[in-house]
């Protein structure tokens, strides 16, 4: 089977604009989930869709959103961008407990 | 206030020896934890996984032993291979979650840089 799939892999935005990541999960995976992972405070948990219902939701703010479509893939989107949303933003699908990474997007903004 | 914790920033390891992964965790609703591998720029990559309901699992030359009474799990690495070189994280979920519905939110450790010397 392939794996969870990314897109883009690289993205340069600047403060005040907004982005889309999209994330394709593995054949069959109903469960997709979305990470950031910074230098500073590590991988933390964004939200989890589950049957295009976000299930579980990290401590983000709002300006951090996303959707599951109903063939399971997901988008994020993140609003009046930061210059501390610059980060590896990571996809993980799952059939049930154990979450199976790609391979991220990584967001500057400049 | 940090559920797991993964107390060694490092730790380096000959070639051949055991090679051992501490991760420590708060949450006593914890009942999944998993390790992974991860390279810098890639995804994390599933390595093993241990239920609560279990004190140890193996998989090849990878086995992940629980302790629940001191809410503790390692990753013991035997043989050790220049090629296990890369940050290992310990990730807990609390399955069952608060109202009993599933819960898949992964909380991580910080990572442990493993390099592993010829």
């Known amino acids: 089977k392939a794996g969870v799939t990314q897109t883009p892999r690289y993205l340069i935005k600047t403060r005040g604009q907004q982005v889309t990541l999209s994330c394709s999960p593995i054949s069959g995976h109903r469960s997709v989930s979305w990470y950031q992972q910074t230098p500073g405070q590590g991988l933390q948990f964004l939200f989890e869709?589950?049957?295009?219902?976000?299930?579980n939701k990290g401590n983000f703010p709002g300006r951090f959103s996303g959707r599951q479509f109903s063939n399971s893939r997901s988008e994020m989107n993140v609003s009046t961008l930061e210059l501390g949303d610059s980060a590896l933003y990571l996809c993980?699908?799952?059939?049930?407990?154990?979450?199976?990474f790609g391979p991220g997007t990584r967001l500057l903004v400049l | 206030d940090q559920q797991v914790k993964q107390n060694s920033p490092s730790l380096s390891v000959q070639e051949g020896r055991i090679s051992i992964l501490n991760c420590d965790y708060t949450?006593?609703?914890?009942?999944?934890f998993l390790w992974y591998k991860k390279y810098p720029a890639e995804g994390p990559t599933f390595l093993i996984s241990i239920s609560s309901i279990k004190d140890k699992n193996e998989d090849g030359r990878f086995t992940v032993f629980l302790n629940k009474s001191a809410k503790h799990l390692s990753l013991h690495i035997v043989p050790s291979q220049p090629g296990d070189s890369a940050v290992y994280f310990c990730a807990a979920s609390a399955l069952l979650g608060i109202s009993g519905g599933s819960n898949y939110k992964l909380t991580f450790g910080k990572g442990t840089l493993l390099t592993v010397n010829p």
């Open positions: 949450n006593s609703m914890f009942d999944y």
């Open positions: 869709y589950f049957s295009e219902t976000q299930r």
């Open positions: 993980a699908s799952s059939p049930k407990e154990t979450q199976y």
